[in-house]
């Protein structure tokens, strides 16, 4: 093709270059070209990066929070230690304290040693019996006081293993990790291994974790996120009660019916700058005018969700102003075409027509909600909460915990099982996020509408 | 005015610049171009009229791979300028353009200054050495778009603070700086009022004797008013091509004559 | 709790008055219902509203007066009977307007937009409760501290037993050093990745990187926090920091930087999407058509065009850095001090409002009441960034629309 005769004008210079040549100028801007497209997909490859890792590393330091080693052993309910009236009072019975139920499951536990016949060298007692966890006595206590018959049986028990032997089968705590700590030792891990060989040991999925309240330093094992899924539910609660109305509302006047005046202006410019206040400030807000004010409990998800509520009523605010604006304004004329009032436009025409952006911006406020956590932390949810609280609406005024501020709780403790119930408590946060954001996208898809 | 026009239009016309054969364009699924054959001719003035849809702007663009920008467009066939194949595989579109300038339906100057936005093609194509080389660059282009008296005082202002006739002009002046061969111009002069409009045509005029310029317009009396050969495309096709007069006054096809008798587009 | 009950007495109370309101309108009305100015189910809404909103606006008042003292909570009983009472008044007076000509409509509407402006006050009540709680609070804490001292002090020492030195700049050193990283590390990244999702990218790639990105948007700062606490921190320590000598603490200014950099990408990078697709089309087509690289057509044309709005995105990822909380608490470390290392543990405006406000405080020492002051000078900084990143980025979307 290119040895083709070429048709040249008159003009044309002798110079002038074929189009199959790249020249010199040419071949550096394209090498320019191609570093520069190198940047972006770097970038967006640092970025994929940095989800993967993270979302790696929760997982990996998180699944262990949802299986638990349990030790399977018969205990005898020994009558004289546990009822020492022997009248089976249900009240009489309560006096009895975990501390005698810790004495029979220590005896159940020698009793299954030597039962197996394990022989392990520089084995104490005491390390025979630290082999469970110091919460297993109030497990065994809690179901003898709901069952008094019980007493003087011969029952089955699946108690708890303690924290260091649950962290052996998890990877955790390795031998030579035990060597140095004064919590475990070898042997006791060698002893664990032989019980989990013969099959009294086992491993298996966690439901506590999701049920169980928090748990003091020393018992890692028994910690759940109870409470805190509850309290971080009241705390949305509330704030699906107050911010949707509050929020649709304000964004129905001042999309419709507000005149366009200095006073329109500056809560325009006052909403879209409370949007990007730090949500520390909301905690102070929280802390001055409800608690210190107002003199709402601490730690109380009312006042939790209250501040929530304040927080994210920019972004549903926003949002739905958006989802308004797109509605036409045809659609606003044609009802007022036929005789309707502006209110009845509104709210008969432009409101259903707005709802699937309104669900979906109100559904993202509330899990930007859900996954906050300072202004929670001055607020007083960080306190230690061992009672699940009442039914709403008085629940919501007992103090709970928080599903963000639960994580935070978990890192300031010194047991490294705490990191893991901390990664757990985020998978538990991040499956909740997702469902929240998978619902949204639902709506934006179902009802998507081109106008 | 109009025969005016004609006698000036009787112009001797140079060789063959560009040539397309059999160009096929798809947007997706949708033929947008079909079976186009067209001999562009140098210094001369080529307009593309049709209705609108009819695919003129569509194949305008083709003739500097503007096309390439959009995903889903697909080209066939062959357009050759100069007799190479422009959509040769060793073909850089980036060195095309600078030998094919294009200039826009609406004004779109860079927002830098009136010099910056002249400048932009020398410098990026690396056409001068130093300052002095680049000013007269600038001052030749605005000579040859005509602004050059109307900005020469201003030459560090932004070029979005003129006015719309002077914006194109300007953008005119930004394709001819490059020293391009061909001047593509889409509806050059739809945004503009009919002041400046005339100040436009008289500078497509005066670019033909430099270049080869082809232009899509939907008016038939600026086509009448500024080329020597004219296209009329319709659904997709080059219904007919030949010199401007006898498009005008005698046309061959019966879609032609319906469209210049005005009961169709 | 009397109160809540009253509450929902009174809503029982409106919803038997919509019923009687809604029928006493359809009788009024005789066999013709055109007579009606208004649709009986107005003249319902209007009952049920007339006796719902006294009793909400005596519980309101109450509540009102317990908290600033004036009646005690004793007094819950008294306010719920008095609401109730209200409640009736309202429905009796709302039944008695009923009738033909009554514009129950426009009254009804009235009190709906009074409604919904009300709602949008509250946008303004939570701005003005969060000056005054901090104006007022900063104001008891400079009359038993030295103003001068806080805002020039280098020292920041709490004592529970008191003679603190409670100087800002050092925490206000590590804000700004630790929101320096995070733009290093976010700005680049963010503005490539929407630039190559804007001009380069297959809709494939496109596909699965943007809602990725937005993925790393949706994550709770707290996990960030712990992955600062768990992963980076000990890595960049057993790593770098050790093995060059450079300090032995997990948490540090970079590790905080880092994080911190990687959650605002999606901030950074949604920003300038947006911005770079503000930028008309015809003046990529007028760069391309002269013979342009994509590439030179987004550095000499689209970017400098743009740059307005993409300085208004970086102060506004500026204004997120300085206020994040967790990823500083967990990542950055507690100790005040004026370091260049940034291996070093260091702190900030944020970690000491946390660390001074949870646990047991006295709201009468300086050592609580200095959260306060920190929390003002928060608010002042990230406001100002506000402000000034908005309007720049208001008045560029202004340029081309």
């Known amino acids: 093709m290119t040895d083709m005769p070429m048709p040249r004008s008159g003009t044309a210079s002798a110079a002038k270059s074929s189009l199959m040549v790249a020249d010199a100028n040419t071949r550096r801007r394209n090498a320019a070209e191609k570093r520069f497209r190198l940047y972006g997909a770097t970038a967006i490859g640092v970025a994929l990066l940095a989800l993967v890792v993270l979302l790696f590393t929760i997982v990996r330091d998180g699944s262990g929070a949802f299986r638990q080693t349990y030790l399977a052993i018969p205990v005898q309910l020994n009558a004289e230690v546990l009822d020492p009236k022997g009248n089976r009072n249900p009240e009489e019975m309560a006096k009895v304290l975990t501390l005698s139920y810790g004495k029979v499951l220590d005896a159940a536990v020698e009793a299954a040693v030597v039962r197996e016949n394990i022989q392990i060298q520089g084995l104490t007692e005491k390390q025979i019996s630290g082999l469970i966890s110091k919460e297993a006595s109030a497990q065994v206590r809690h179901r003898v ?296 996208i639902y709506l934006r898809r179902k009802f998507e509408r081109r106008w | 005015m109009y025969d005016m026009n004609r006698v000036e239009n009787a112009v001797s016309q140079g060789d063959i610049k560009i040539s397309a054969n059999d160009v096929q364009v798809y947007y997706g699924d949708k033929h947008a171009i079909k079976d186009v054959s067209v001999d562009i001719l140098d210094k001369t003035v080529t307009a593309f009229i049709g209705p609108s849809g009819c695919g003129k702007s569509t194949f305008l663009r083709c003739i500097n791979r503007m096309n390439d920008t959009i995903p889903i467009a697909r080209i066939e066939g062959r357009i050759a300028l100069d007799g190479e194949d422009i959509y040769d595989r060793r073909v850089d579109p980036v060195q095309l353009r600078a030998k094919v300038g294009m200039v826009f339906q609406k004004p779109n100057p860079f927002p830098k200054s009136i010099y910056d936005n002249v400048a932009y093609g020398p410098r990026i194509h690396g056409m001068t050495r130093n300052r002095a080389d680049l000013d007269q660059i600038v001052e030749k282009a605005l000579r040859g778009a005509a602004l050059w008296n109307e900005v020469k005082d201003r030459l560090h202002e932004p070029g979005t603070g003129l006015s719309g006739g002077q914006q194109q002009r300007l953008c005119i002046a930004r394709a001819v700086a490059t020293e391009p061969e061909v001047l593509l111009m889409d509806e050059p002069c739809s945004a503009l009022d009919p002041i400046a409009t005339s100040q436009v045509e008289e500078l497509i005029d005066q670019l033909r004797e430099k270049y080869s310029v082809v232009i899509v317009t939907h008016s038939m009396q600026q086509a009448a008013r500024v080329s020597q050969k004219t296209a009329f495309f319709h659904l997709g096709h080059l219904v007919e091509y030949g010199d401007t007069d006898d498009i005008f006054t005698k046309p061959q096809d019966s879609r032609t004559e319906a469209y210049i008798s005005g009961r169709i587009g | 709790m009397p109160l809540s009950w009253a509450l929902f007495a009174s809503f029982l109370l409106a919803i038997a008055g919509y019923l009687v309101g809604r029928s006493r309108a359809f009788s009024a009305a005789g066999p013709d219902i055109r007579k009606l100015h208004s649709r009986p189910t107005y003249h319902g809404f209007l009952v049920g509203l007339a006796a719902f909103l006294p009793a909400v606006v005596v519980i309101a008042i109450a509540s009102l007066l317990r908290m600033s003292g004036v009646i005690m909570a004793e007094a819950g009983p008294v306010v719920g009977l008095v609401a109730l009472a209200a409640a009736v008044v309202g429905l009796g007076w709302g039944i008695t307007r009923i009738g033909v000509d009554f514009h129950a409509r426009n009254t009804v509407e009235r009190i709906v937009l009074g409604i919904l402006i009300f709602c949008s006050l509250i946008a303004i009540a939570t701005t003005a409760g969060i000056v005054l709680s901090l104006l007022f609070e900063t104001g008891k804490f400079f009359q038993i501290y030295d103003w001068k001292t806080f805002f020039f002090g280098t020292e920041w020492t709490p004592r529970f037993q008191g003679n603190s030195q409670l100087g800002i700049l050092p925490l206000l050193w590590g804000t700004l050093y630790i929101s320096l990283i995070a733009l290093i590390v976010s700005v680049p990244i963010g503005l490539f990745a929407a630039i190559y999702m804007s001009e380069y990218a297959s809709k494939r790639v496109r596909g699965i990187a943007k809602p990725a990105i937005e993925i790393l948007a949706g994550i709770p700062t707290i996990v960030y926090g712990l992955f600062a606490l768990v992963t980076v921190g000990p890595m960049l320590r057993d790593y770098f920091a050790q093995p060059m000598g450079w300090g032995n603490s997990g948490s540090s200014v970079l590790t905080a930087g880092l994080v911190m950099g990687i959650m605002l990408i999606p901030f950074v990078s949604s920003l300038s999407d947006d911005i770079i697709n503000a930028v008309p089309q015809s003046l990529r087509d007028g760069a391309l058509g002269l013979g342009s690289t994509p590439s030179e057509t987004i550095r000499k044309v689209v970017l400098p065009a743009a740059l307005p709005g993409v300085v208004g995105a970086v102060l506004l990822a500026a204004s997120r850095a300085i206020g994040e909380t967790m990823i500083v608490v967990l990542g950055a470390g507690a100790s005040a001090r004026m370091d260049l290392n940034p291996f070093e543990a260091m702190t900030t405006i944020t970690v000491k409002i946390v660390s001074q406000l949870t646990g047991d405080s006295d709201f009468n020492s300086p050592e609580t009441l200095v959260a306060f002051a920190l929390g003002l000078t928060l608010f002042v900084i990230t406001l100002v960034l506000n402000v000034v990143a908005l309007y720049i980025v208001r008045k560029y979307r202004e340029q081309y629309e």
């Open chain 1, 145 to 440: 006081l709901a069952n008094p018959d019980l007493i003087g049986q011969m029952i089955d028990v699946d108690v708890l293993a303690n924290g260091r032997v649950d962290g052996f089968f998890k990877g955790r705590v390795s031998m030579e990790s035990a060597a140095n700590d004064k919590n475990t030792s070898p042997e006791q891990l060698m002893l664990a291994q032989e019980l989990r060989d013969r099959g009294l040991m086992v491993t298996r999925f966690n439901w506590n974790f999701l049920t169980n309240p928090d748990a003091s330093d020393q018992r890692p094992e028994a910690a759940g996120v109870g409470i805190a899924i509850l309290g971080s539910l009241y705390m949305m609660l509330v704030v699906l009660l107050l911010a949707v109305p509050i929020g649709v509302g304000a964004s129905i006047y001042l999309e419709e019916f507000a005149p366009k005046n200095k006073w329109t202006d500056i809560i325009e410019v006052n909403i879209s700058n409370l949007a990007a206040v730090p949500s520390i400030v909301f905690g102070i807000l929280g802390l001055a005018a409800f608690i210190n004010f107002a003199g709402l409990p601490q730690s109380a998800p009312i006042v939790g969700g209250l501040v929530l509520t304040l927080m994210t009523l920019p972004t549903i605010i926003i949002s739905t102003r958006a989802a308004l604006k797109a509605v036409p304004p045809s659609i606003r004329d044609a009802a007022l075409g036929v005789g309707a009032s502006k209110m009845q436009s509104v709210f008969h025409h432009v409101l259903p027509l707005a709802m699937p952006g309104i669900l979906t911006g109100t559904i993202i406020g509330l899990a930007q909600a859900l996954g906050e956590t300072a202004p929670l932390l001055l607020i007083g949810m960080v306190a230690f909460v061992k009672n699940y609280p009442a039914a709403p609406p008085e629940g919501l005024f007992d103090p709970a915990s928080a599903l963000p501020v639960q994580v935070y709780n978990w890192t300031q403790r010194s047991d490294p099982a705490f990191i893991e119930r901390a990664s757990g408590a985020i998978i538990v946060l991040l499956i909740f996020l997702f469902c929240m954001n998978l619902l949204a």
